[in-house]
């Protein structure tokens, strides 16, 4: 058992590189994957627990507040909580905070990787690609630092009303959403948004993706595919896609990466 244990979501990357990162600042760690319900819940014996995840349309993503409340942690663990977004952390920390009481939480912003809504680069503070990397691993070294000698944040993480009207509305637009995926004609039948589909919602028919009803609206196969080929209706036809530099499909749908 390691000693400590990161559940992570993520979608582009961004959150699984940002908790690798952390994960090498704190030796012995395992990192287990919660885009669906983790497989290994029980992190009694771990003497740290974090959870690093996105804010997704003012909140958690999609299914994640399930898998906070599946995770049993010790009572006297150290447990964290960073979050990633574009624009505002939104109110994942709070809701992760009313399940499992945070020590030390901490946001940070990266490229954006919901391009139906804006292309990736707009993010606040704005910077490109490279420098938003840049910041999120200087970042992590200093939440893995803290984390380490054991920093309290001591107040609670915001609940801003505004996000939680919005998280609540989200949870609607999603399946629209997910109605507009549309195939075009530069697939090639590879089936990596099948692999990297979170809910198993893709399957591939003919040599073309075809889309289920279950769809968390992550975009990882939009943002996965090498080819550009599926789009969100018209308006993503033009935005480029983004994925974290250092993270690939294998890992992110893998069940759990320990770092040493
Ligand atoms: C469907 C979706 C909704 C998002 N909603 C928000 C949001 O409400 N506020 C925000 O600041 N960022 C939002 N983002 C941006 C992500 O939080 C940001 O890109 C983050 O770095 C993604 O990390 P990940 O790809 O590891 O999950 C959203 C991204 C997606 C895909």
Request: charged fraction near 20%; glycine fraction near 10%.
């Amino acid at each position: 058992m390691a000693e400590n244990i990161i559940y992570c979501y993520s979608a582009t990357g961004n959150c699984l590189d940002m908790a690798k990162n952390i994960a090498k600042g704190l030796g012995d760690t395992e990192i287990v994957m919660m885009r669906s319900l983790p497989q290994k819940t029980d992190a009694t014996q771990a003497k740290r627990v974090g959870f690093v995840f996105s804010c997704n349309g003012g909140g958690l993503p999609m299914g994640v507040e399930d898998s906070m409340r599946a995770v049993r942690i010790a009572p006297d663990a150290y447990v964290f909580g960073i979050v990633q977004y574009a624009g505002y952390m939104g109110t994942g920390l709070w809701q992760l905070n009313r399940i499992h009481p945070l020590s030390y939480w901490a946001g940070a912003s990266h490229q954006s990787g919901c391009i139906w809504l804006m292309p990736h680069t707009l993010m606040f503070p704005p910077l490109s690609a490279k420098a938003a990397q840049k910041r999120s691993e200087k970042l992590a070294a200093g939440f893995a630092a803290d984390i380490k000698e054991g920093k309290l944040t001591g107040k609670q993480p915001p609940k801003n009303a505004l996000n939680a009207f919005e998280s609540r509305a989200f949870v609607k637009i999603i399946p629209m959403k997910a109605k507009k995926y549309r195939v075009n004609e530069s697939c090639i039948g590879c089936g990596t948004c099948a692999r990297v589909c979170p809910r198993q919602n893709i399957h591939i028919v003919g040599g073309i993706p075809i889309f289920g009803q279950d769809c968390i609206g992550c975009l990882s196969c939009i943002q996965f595919c090498p080819r550009a080929a599926l789009d969100v209706g018209g308006v993503t036809r033009k935005r480029e896609r983004y994925t974290n530099p250092n993270v690939t499909a294998a890992e992110l749908t893998s069940e759990s990466i320990y770092v040493e």
